[in-house]
């Protein structure tokens, strides 16, 4: 199913602007904010958004163990262990790099899903776009041909950020996509447990004391735009995009690395190099070519099945 019509045309416009200026937020906020705090007050304020509308609605959240089990899992491996890794990435790296490695979760989600021997037999185009997209990290991040490239840690931390997006879509399709819960409600029961990991897991997280904290206007605007609409109203409008296109919402990451990159040159004076265009370019065609099934059976192992919860995970950086 392509996406078609101008409502979801707009979304998907909207959501490459929201997801797409996270990182640019992200490198304003930390400027007042420690990573931990930050990925904290982000959850917060999406949770805050998702629960009010549920409220609005008159939707619940699950009330079972067993999914909320599943939603700190969810949780744990698509908000706060990502949310955290690119915070800390994005203060050494530019903000349009963080993108382009974001780029690269179709990658990792299509990795581990063959790894774990749960999307049926790949074909050639699947593992070409692998390669593809390995080759074309290595270019953004400038480690091959031999050169000067990007710190290798807040590097290596992006990438583990996307890979844990990757593996956050894997356990979805596995262990919740048959479960019968409205999508808004397991995705704001999932923010909720983020926020809750998250506050537990501060005291490891780096600086966490007032004294680290510096609240100017131009680091709350940042803050408040990163929970409530990159993550909050973000989520809601993917929720809509998947009910609507089903598969097809996801090439709105694409697009993530070409909005992170305007902004970055725009707003923060960011560089853009030759290499790190072919590289983004090389990534985008590896990630295309293990998103477009060759029939609707491949469909349905690439992730079909899993595509009404997959809304749920909050894949931004």
């Excluded at 447990?193 to 680091?219: E, K, N, Y």
């Excluded at 477009?292 to 079909?304: L, W």
């Amino acid at each position: 199913m392509g996406i078609t019509g101008r409502a979801a045309l707009v979304r998907l416009a909207v959501l490459a602007v929201l997801w797409g200026s996270s990182f640019l937020w992200a490198a304003i906020a930390l400027r007042g904010l420690p990573p931990g705090v930050l990925t904290v007050v982000r959850l917060a304020l999406g949770s805050a958004l998702l629960l009010a509308v549920c409220r609005l609605r008159g939707i619940r959240l699950p009330t079972e163990p067993r999914v909320w089990l599943h939603l700190a899992v969810v949780a744990a491996i698509g908000n706060v262990v990502p949310l955290l890794l690119f915070a800390y990435a994005v203060r050494s790296i530019d903000s349009h790099v963080g993108g382009m490695l974001n780029a690269t979760t179709p990658l990792w989600t299509l990795a581990i899903g063959v790894c774990l021997g749960g999307l049926g037999p790949v074909r050639g185009r699947y593992l070409g776009g692998l390669l593809a997209g390995l080759v074309g990290t290595l270019l953004v991040i400038g480690t091959w041909p031999p050169g000067e490239g990007l710190p290798v840690v807040p590097t290596m931390l992006g990438l583990m950020a996307a890979a844990s997006y990757g593996a956050s879509y894997v356990y979805i399709d596995r262990y919740m996509s048959r479960l019968d819960r409205p999508p808004i409600a397991l995705a704001a029961g999932q923010l909720v447990a983020g926020t809750g990991l998250a506050l537990i897991a501060l005291p490891v997280t780096g600086p966490h004391s007032l004294d680290a904290v510096h609240l100017g206007p131009d680091v709350i605007v940042a803050t408040i735009a990163l929970g409530a609409f990159c993550t909050g109203l973000a989520t809601v409008l993917n929720i809509r995009q998947v009910a609507d296109v089903g598969p097809a919402a996801s090439v709105v990451l694409y697009l993530l690395p070409v909005v992170a990159a305007v902004l970055g040159w725009l707003v923060l004076g960011e560089k853009i190099t030759p290499l790190t265009v072919v590289g983004t370019a090389i990534v985008l065609a590896g990630v295309a070519l293990t998103r477009t099934p060759q029939s609707n059976a491949e469909e349905r192992a690439a992730g079909g099945s899993g595509s009404r919860l997959r809304a749920g995970t909050d894949l931004d950086g």
